[in-house]
C-alpha cells in the first residue's frame, strides 16, 4: 500500500487534496473544495463520499462497511469491472474463486494527477492487468479512473485494451446513493425501457410505469438505456441525477429486508435509507474492444433542492 506521506509529498494541494490513512488504516484522498468534500480511498479507486456544500451526504455509506485489503467496500461507488455479478462461464478460468463484480473493487489503485479546479478538484486513479489480474482474465488492459468532485460528482472510467486479442468486458459504477425513505422515492428515466427482472429468473420485463417505486427486494438490469435517471426524494426534499454516456444499460437495486439481513456487512436496517442506480455495460451490453481501443464510461451526479 502507497503510504500517505509519499502520496501528499508528490500531490498534495494544500487546503483542496490530502492524502491521510482512512479507516482501517486504508490510504484515503479527501477533496475539500467550496463547492463539495469527497473521499476517495486507494482500495478499488472507491468513492466513499461527496457532500456538496451545505447538503447531507449524496452517497449512502453502510455502517458496517469492510475497510479490509481483499474485501469490497459497502457503498459508495464501488467500480465493477471487468465482469459484473457472478463471473460468467464462458470467461471461466481454472480459479473457481472469481470475486463477484469483478475485481477492480478489491484492488489498490495507482495515483496518476491530482489536479485544482476553479470550482472543485480532480483525481485520477489507475489500474493495469498485472500477473494478479490475470490469474483471473486474461486481458491486458489498462484502466483510468478520473473523479471530479465540485458541484456535481463526475466519474469516468476509461479503459484501453492493451493486448492482441479483442477483449470482452461488463462494467459499472455501482452508486449507492443515500436517501430519505425507500417507499417514498420513486426514479424517472426509464420509462418504456426493458428491464431483466433478477426477481423473476431475469425475465425481461416492460417497464410500463415512468415511474420506479419500490415495496419489496428489487434488483432489474435495464437494457439499451443511454437515460438519465432522476431519483425523487420527498423525505430529504431533494432529487438527485444520474446522467451518463458510453452506457448502454442502468442497474436498479434495493435489498430489502431478508437480503439485508443476509449480508454481513450492511446493516440490518440500513436497507430503507438507499438504493442503488448503476451507471453500467452489463449483459448483452458488454463491451468489445479491438486492440489499442479505448472505452470510456462517465457517470455525473448532481442534486437539485
Ligand atoms: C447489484 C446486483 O448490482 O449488486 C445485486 O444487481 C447484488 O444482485 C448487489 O446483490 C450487491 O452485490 P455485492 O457483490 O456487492 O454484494
Not at 476517495?40 to 449512502?60: K, S
Not at 435495464?222 to 438527485?240: K, W
Not at 436497507?271 to 479491438?290: F, K, R, S
Request: some cysteine.
Amino acid at each position: 500500500m502507497t503510504d500517505p506521506i509519499t502520496l501528499n509529498n508528490q500531490f498534495a494541494i494544500p487546503n483542496l487534496a490530502t492524502f491521510d490513512a482512512g479507516k482501517g488504516g486504508l490510504t484515503r484522498l479527501t477533496l475539500k473544495s467550496p463547492a463539495a468534500t469527497a473521499e476517495v480511498y486507494l482500495h478499488g479507486a472507491h468513492v466513499t463520499r461527496f457532500d456538496p456544500r451545505d447538503q447531507p451526504p449524496v452517497l449512502f455509506m453502510s455502517a458496517l462497511s469492510h475497510f479490509q485489503p481483499g474485501k469490497a467496500i459497502r457503498g459508495g461507488v464501488p467500480i465493477c469491472f471487468p465482469w459484473f455479478g457472478p463471473k460468467a462461464p464462458d470467461t471461466k478460468t481454472a480459479d473457481a474463486q472469481a470475486p463477484a463484480h469483478g475485481f477492480a473493487r478489491l484492488m489498490e489503485w495507482n495515483v496518476d494527477s491530482v489536479t485544482a479546479l476553479k470550482t472543485g478538484a480532480s483525481v485520477v486513479l489507475s489500474l493495469a492487468s498485472s500477473p494478479e489480474t490475470k490469474t483471473l482474465w486474461p486481458a491486458d488492459f489498462s484502466a483510468k479512473y478520473t473523479v471530479t468532485a465540485a458541484e456535481q460528482l463526475t466519474l469516468s472510467l476509461a479503459v484501453t485494451n492493451t493486448g492482441t486479442t479483442p477483449a470482452k468486458f461488463e462494467e459499472a459504477l455501482h452508486t449507492y446513493l443515500s436517501i430519505g425513505d425507500i417507499e417514498a422515492v420513486s426514479i424517472e428515466g426509464l420509462a418504456n425501457a426493458t428491464y431483466l427482472d433478477k426477481m423473476n429468473a431475469a425475465t425481461p420485463t416492460p417497464q410500463d410505469d415512468p415511474l420506479i417505486r419500490f415495496t419489496a427486494e428489487n434488483d432489474r438490469v435495464y437494457l439499451d438505456t443511454q437515460s438519465a435517471c432522476t431519483v425523487r426524494d420527498p423525505a430529504l426534499g431533494r432529487q438527485i441525477r444520474i446522467a451518463k454516456t458510453g452506457s448502454h444499460t442502468t442497474v436498479i437495486w434495493n435489498p430489502w429486508i431478508a437480503k439485508a439481513k443476509a449480508m454481513s456487512d450492511f446493516g440490518d436496517s440500513e436497507w430503507p435509507a438507499m438504493v442503488c442506480v448503476e451507471t453500467c455495460n452489463v449483459a448483452d451490453y458488454a463491451i468489445t474492444l479491438a486492440p489499442g481501443a479505448t472505452h470510456t464510461l462517465t457517470a455525473t451526479i448532481a442534486t437539485l433542492r
